[in-house]
T-cell receptor
């Protein structure tokens, strides 16, 4: 199993600003994933982050808006840039320990943009 | 790409009754089907999963069935308790680390 810590757990931000969310895992993992969960909705994959390479973004998400860092095998950050109220969501970090098996999630970051 | 549909969106049961949530998927290459429970203010937590070489799996009060031919799978919770109240997500994985989630079912267990 894996223990995933996300920071911050919640934040209220002004539109036009940026927020960086941190994800720390208690063991080394190859793949880390960032999801967005809009209020009352399901989880939508934003991007997949591999250590040592550029993140792979899903359709509808771009690096300029959601830059991702993956400096080592236990840590990743997601930045939500130039925020607007439409970015208000829960952002979740996830890891897959060994490929196509159980995914572990952090507790999420609840972002409100005013 | 894979598409996962989940029904119902809301389910209300009396404590002690059973709850059934159903999902269908579109990609026949999907071979891993996890179910997640999400409580308020928390991230999703895996509660049970099934692979395409198995038709049914049970863990205490929770069971999952898979029909590969029909491309549907279901979650069964027996003897429901108030603490089972949460949002449940089904998901399908066609491989390559990608997991597609259903829309979620909000389960209410009335005491």
């Amino acid at each position: 199993s894996a223990v995933i810590s996300q920071k911050p757990s919640r934040d209220i931000c002004q539109r036009g600003t940026s927020l960086t969310i941190q994800c720390q895992v208690d063991s080394q993992v190859t793949m880390m994933f960032w999801y967005r969960q809009q209020p009352g909705q399901s989880l939508t994959l934003i991007a997949t982050a591999n250590q040592g390479s550029e993140a792979t973004y899903e359709s509808g998400f771009v690096i300029d808006k959601f830059p991702i860092s993956r400096p080592n095998l236990t840590f990743s950050t997601l930045t939500v840039s130039n925020m607007s109220p439409e970015d208000s969501s829960i952002y979740l970090c996830s890891v897959d320990m060994s490929g196509n098996t159980e995914a572990f999630f952090g507790q999420g970051t609840r972002l409100t943009v005013v | 790409g894979e598409n996962v549909e989940q029904h119902p969106s809301t389910l209300s049961v009396q404590e002690g009754d059973s709850a059934v949530i159903k999902c269908t998927y579109s990609d026949s290459a999907s071979n891993y089907f996890p179910w997640y429970k999400q409580e308020l203010g928390k991230g999703p937590q895996l509660i049970i999963d099934i692979r395409s070489n198995v038709g049914e799996k049970k863990d205490q009060r929770i069971a999952v069935t898979l029909n590969k031919t029909a491309k549907h799978f279901s979650l069964h919770i027996t003897e429901t308790q108030p603490e089972d109240s949460a949002v449940y997500f089904c998901a399908a994985s066609p491989g390559g680390f990608k997991t597609i989630f259903g829309a979620g079912t909000r389960l209410f267990v009335k005491a």
